[in-house]
């Protein structure tokens, strides 16, 4: 199932935004969910992920510090909080879902890829 990712847009460097991912229901306590970038001309990589049910996060080397992945339950949604933001950082952001039977931050096991949202800091 693909999931959807909103509340990307346009920011100035040092700049914050939140996206948001809506994650089914079913998801609560069995999956990871991972959010990924990808860059005109260059690979999609992980960013961030979540095991959903022990709230376990995880970051990629190039953006800790300055990502913070979290889960709202009532709302269903896995949302990731850039700060900081690099015009290095602008990508279109995808999240996806998974099993948790291997580690969140395991990226190439992700698939499953929804339109994205996309993300431009000048």
């Known amino acids: 199932v693909q999931l959807v990712e909103s509340g990307g847009g346009s920011v100035q460097a040092g700049g914050s935004l939140r996206l948001s991912c809506a994650a089914p229901?079913?998801?609560?306590?069995?999956?990871?969910i991972g959010w990924f970038r990808q860059a005109p001309g260059k690979e999609r990589e992980g960013v961030a992920a979540i095991w959903r049910g022990v709230s376990i996060t995880y970051y990629a080397d190039s953006v800790k510090g300055r990502v913070v992945i979290s889960q709202d339950s009532a709302k269903n949604t896995v949302d990731l909080h850039l700060n900081a933001l690099k015009p290095e950082d602008t990508a279109m952001y995808y999240c996806t879902a998974r099993s948790a039977s291997r580690r969140c931050d395991t990226w190439s096991t992700y698939a499953n890829w929804g339109q994205g949202t996309q993300v431009t800091v000048s």
């Open positions: 229901r079913y998801t609560l306590n069995t999956a990871c």
